[in-house]
C-alpha cells in the first residue's frame, strides 16, 4: 500500500517564477492538506482540499492556490516566488472523518534564488 | 491568537534516562496529536489523542492529555539513540493541524 508521494522531491527556481507541486493521497484517503515548514520551524498549514474544493484556508497569501483532482491527488501553485517561500512543502493525506490522522508524504524542498 | 508551546526546545539526554516533553495549546480542542521528524524526513505520526485523560503508549513513548489544562506530555522512558529526533505536537484548529516549533532530542552514550 503506497503512502502519500509527492513530487519532485527538489527544486531550483529564481524569484518572480511560478512553480507547481504535486501530491498523490494514500490509498483510499479523501482529504489532502499543504504544509509548509521553514528550516527549523513547525509545519505551517496552508489549505485543505475536499470533495475539489478548497474548504480550509491557513494565513497564506493568494500568490499560494491550489487544486485536487476527482482521483483525489492534489496540486500546489505558487506564484510570483519570493526568497522567503523556500522551505520544505509537506502534503498530507486523511479520511475525511473530523480526528483522523493526517498522514505525511516525504516533501518537496523549495528553493528560490 | 493559536498558539502550541513546545519545552523545552532542545534536549540532550543520556541513554537510558527518562525525560518528558510538555506541550501546552491554547484551544477547547480535544484531540492533540504527536509526529517525530528525522532530519531531513518528513513527518510520522506516534500519537492521536482523543480525549481528555486519554494515554497512548507505544514503546519506549507514552503520551497524555488534560484537556481541562490544555497539556499533553509526551514521556520518554530508557532513551536510546534510536529515539534521537525532533517530536512535534500539533492541534486541531478546524480541519487544520497547528503544530508547535517542536522539541528536538539528542540521546548520547
Known amino acids: 500500500d503506497a503512502g502519500v508521494t509527492q513530487s519532485p522531491t527538489h527544486l531550483i527556481k529564481t524569484r518572480g517564477q511560478q512553480v507547481t507541486l504535486r501530491c498523490s493521497p494514500k490509498?483510499?484517503?479523501?482529504?489532502v492538506s499543504w504544509y509548509q515548514q521553514a528550516l527549523g520551524q513547525g509545519p505551517q498549514f496552508i489549505f485543505q482540499?475536499?470533495?475539489?474544493?478548497?474548504?480550509q484556508r491557513g494565513n497564506f497569501p493568494d500568490r499560494f492556490s491550489g487544486h485536487q483532482f476527482p482521483n483525489y491527488s492534489s496540486e500546489l501553485n505558487v506564484n510570483a516566488l519570493l526568497l522567503g517561500d523556500s522551505a520544505l512543502y509537506l502534503c498530507?493525506?486523511?479520511?475525511?472523518?473530523?480526528?483522523?490522522?493526517?498522514?505525511f508524504g516525504p516533501g518537496t524542498r523549495l528553493l528560490v534564488l | 491568537e493559536l498558539k502550541v508551546e513546545q519545552n523545552p526546545l532542545f534536549l540532550s539526554m543520556q541513554e537510558g534516562k527518562n525525560y518528558t516533553i510538555y506541550c501546552n495549546y491554547s484551544?477547547?480542542?480535544?484531540?492533540l496529536y504527536w509526529y517525530r521528524q528525522d532530519p531531513g524526513k518528513s513527518l510520522e505520526s506516534l500519537f492521536v489523542?482523543?480525549?481528555?485523560?486519554a494515554v497512548k503508549q507505544e514503546g519506549r513513548l507514552m503520551a497524555s492529555l488534560d484537556t481541562k489544562a490544555r497539556l499533553s506530555t509526551l514521556h520518554i522512558t530508557a532513551a536510546v539513540h534510536d529515539l534521537s529526533a525532533t517530536y512535534f505536537c500539533?492541534?486541531?484548529?478546524?480541519?487544520?493541524?497547528?503544530f508547535g516549533k517542536g522539541t528536538s532530542l539528542l540521546v548520547t552514550p
Open positions: 500539533a492541534e486541531n484548529s478546524g480541519y487544520a493541524l497547528n
Open positions: 490509498s483510499g484517503h479523501d482529504t
Open positions: 498530507a493525506s486523511s479520511f475525511d472523518r473530523g480526528w483522523e490522522t493526517q498522514y
Open positions: 484551544t477547547t480542542s480535544d484531540r
Open positions: 482540499y475536499y470533495e475539489e474544493e478548497e474548504r
Open positions: 489523542l482523543l480525549s481528555n485523560g
